[in-house]
């Protein structure tokens, strides 16, 4: 059944499970079970990322995390 790749900053624990969850009740009502649904979340550095030229370590340094 789905696997399912977020990529993403660092969360925190709290966000993850939301995340899953809500990405899980997604599925669930196109009738899948929730069983069947896994999920994976790669933590990247925001350091490491960027677009336009810029880190987003810098280009988002005021996003509230």
């Keep these: 059944m ?8 660092p969360m925190d624990k709290k966000s993850k499970a939301d995340v899953m969850k809500k990405v899980t009740d997604v599925f ?12 994976v ?3 990247t550095a925001m350091e490491n990322w960027g677009s336009a030229g810029e880190q987003h370590s810098v280009k988002f340094k005021d ?3």
């Design 2 to 9: 789905p696997i399912i790749t977020i990529e993403t900053w």
């Design 41 to 43: 979340i790669h933590e």
């Design 28 to 39: 669930v009502g196109m009738g899948i079970p929730a069983q069947a649904v896994t999920i």
């Design 63 to 65: 996003m509230k995390r």
